[in-house]
């Protein structure tokens, strides 16, 4: 069973993810013009996703968990939005896409400089949001399924080298202390 399965039946109740999710669909929604076909991978419920699908043509979610696919799928229909899930890893994607985003599932890919690669095939423009560089105290249930704890600045310029890259912080998630989050804009 996947990590995330158990998870996403609950996943929406925790308000510090809805807010965090706010943040980083209100910092993409300036650079879209409403006739994009997004992908949005590690969809999870819908958070992000499903936030910009009325703001564009078609969103498409990936997440290698059926259950939150299942959870993304049941939202959509009842808000009767441009939106479909699929149970897929991302680097089974061979779709093409305007616009390529991801929030907090960059940790939780191994290899990154594959994945730079992977989106190069895929899109000319990608947002991805996730922690600053952490201590490993961020997933307080343990790391299972953490690959990284967190991305600094530096690395991620080297990992995304055949992109433009534009970072910012846009949000800074709140327990037991403060885990800034970056937006990382890749384009071509
Ligand atoms: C921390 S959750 C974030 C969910 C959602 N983006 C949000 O912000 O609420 C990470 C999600 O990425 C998915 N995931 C992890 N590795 C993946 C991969 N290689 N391809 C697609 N989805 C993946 C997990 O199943 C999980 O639902």
């Known amino acids: 069973m996947n990590i ?3 998870k996403a ?19 993409i929604i300036p ?27 078609e969103v498409i979610g990936i997440d290698t968990s059926k259950e939150m696919v299942k959870k ?31 929030s907090m599932t960059l940790h939780h890919i191994k290899d990154i400089e594959k ?3 992977k989106l190069l095939n895929l899109t000319h423009k990608v947002f991805l949001a ?7 105290t961020f997933h307080t249930k343990g790391n299972e399924g953490v690959f990284h704890f967190g991305f600094d600045k530096k690395e991620l ?5 055949d992109w433009k890259q534009e970072y910012k912080i846009i949000h800074t998630i709140k327990k037991n202390k403060k885990f ?9």
């Open 157 to 161: 310029n080297h990992y995304f080298k």
């Open 115 to 117: 994945l730079s690669k």
């Open 130 to 136: 996730d922690l600053v560089k952490e201590d490993g």
């Open 9 to 27: 039946l609950t996943w929406d109740d925790l308000p510090r993810r809805v807010e965090l999710a706010k943040s980083v669909v209100k910092n």
């Open 72 to 102: 993304f799928n049941e939202k959509s229909k009842k808000l009767n939005l441009n939106a479909k899930a699929f149970c897929k890893d991302i680097f089974e994607v061979d779709e093409k896409f305007d616009i390529v985003v991801s």
């Open 31 to 57: 650079h879209l013009n409403g006739n994009e076909k997004i992908l949005d991978f590690g969809c999870g419920t819908g958070l992000v996703g499903l936030n910009l699908a009325p703001f564009v043509k």
């Open 180 to 188: 800034p989050i970056f937006l990382l804009m890749l384009y071509k």
């Open 4 to 6: 995330f399965d158990s």
